[in-house]
């Protein structure tokens, strides 16, 4: 216990003061210094750790909160950039391998298609998904069309009209999987009868980031979605809980869903994945008395298999290829 309690220190404090270098600086869009500040915090985060951000002291939490907000930042002007590169082809969605990172919204969308497939009742077919927080560069959405799901139909919904018009362009010279792909701006609060329209909900990860906010959008989509329909959620776990927003099983619980399953993958995916289902007892009233089934300890928790040698490696790889990129500003 000692030894674990003198790891988490060390590796709060190694957090600490990444983020004090990252506040410090004045732009937070791509380049070389802000691609190694955020390596190095990736590579400090994503290893298996002890530590339970969520019952950190105040002060740390304080710290913890104001990096995800940094971290989100920095995510959005890093795809915006990188959107605007891609735009520039005359068909931008031959060259996505160009994002230094496009390898793990594969592996991503791969792992969230699987779990769907194996533990929605019935498996898993949707006509119509929607994805709530899609941003400039919506891959996850293009790797569940183009690989898994050929012919489903993606909404994807994001409250920032620039990032759906970056991300409509780079759909504009493809007639197959751009045909079923639409960009909406809008908030999810203000989404009711359209959500009901969805087999399958994605929520991204940066959709509320404190977990009052979150719990808040999980409780509005269980009251809007269809009874049956998939939720797909992304969290963190361990350490990563530094990089994103940690979800409470328990919350997607109350907010009218039943949790099929929980997974913290322990490679370069860093986000953690709960699939739910929405309840078909439970109605809006009773999500309003804080009632709706609660979970714990009865979804089964799946974590694959560990590939963290493969991992330090890709992490390498990109700090190299962030070196070598071409940024302009």
């Known amino acids: 216990m ?14 600490t003061g990444l983020h004090a270098a990252i506040s410090k600086l004045p732009s937070l869009s ?10 190095d915090l990736v590579t400090a985060c994503v290893p298996p750790s002890p530590v339970d951000v969520t019952k950190l002291g105040p002060e ?8 995800i907000r940094l971290c989100s ?13 891609l735009a520039a082809f005359d068909n931008p969605l031959d060259h996505l391998g160009m994002f230094p990172y496009y390898s793990n919204y594969i592996n991503l969308s791969k792992l969230e298609y699987e ?29 569940l069309a183009a690989r898994h799901l050929p012919d489903t139909v993606f909404d994807n919904y994001d409250l ?22 639409s960009f909406h701006t809008a908030d999810v609060a203000d989404l009711r009868g359209e959500l009901a329209a969805y087999d399958v909900v994605f929520l991204a990860a ?24 998939a939720l797909v959620v992304r969290s963190a776990h361990g350490a990563r809980g530094f990089l994103y927003p940690i979800v409470d099983p328990e ?11 929980v997974c913290h993958p322990d490679d370069d995916v860093v986000n953690s994945v709960i699939i739910a289902r929405k309840s078909n007892d439970v109605h809006a009233d009773g999500l309003q008395n804080g009632r709706g089934r609660q979970t714990r300890g009865s979804a089964p928790v799946v974590s694959p298999p560990c590939r963290f040698g493969e991992m330090v490696a890709d992490l390498t790889k990109k700090r190299e290829e962030f070196s070598n990129a071409e940024v302009a500003f």
């Open 115 to 143: 779990l769907l497939a194996r533990y929605v009742p019935g498996g898993i077919a949707p006509a119509r998904v929607a994805f709530i927080g899609s941003g400039p560069l919506p891959f996850s959405s293009f790797v």
């Open 160 to 181: 920032c009209a620039a990032a759906n018009d970056r991300a409509s362009k780079l759909f504009r010279a493809d007639k197959g999987v751009g045909a079923r792909m």
């Open 206 to 229: 940066l959709v509320g980031m404190a977990a009052e906010e979150k719990a808040k959008v999980i409780a509005h989509l269980g009251a809007h979605m269809a009874d049956g329909a």
């Open 73 to 85: 930042e920095a995510e959005g002007k890093l795809e915006a950039h990188y959107s605007d590169m």
């Open 30 to 39: 791509p380049c070389p210094d802000v691609n190694a500040l955020f390596t």
């Open 2 to 15: 000692e030894s674990q309690n003198k790891e988490v220190d060390a590796l709060v404090q190694k957090i």
């Open 60 to 67: 740390a939490q304080e710290m913890r909160e104001g990096l």
């Open 251 to 261: 919350d997607i619980g109350r907010g009218g869903f039943e949790v099929l399953a």
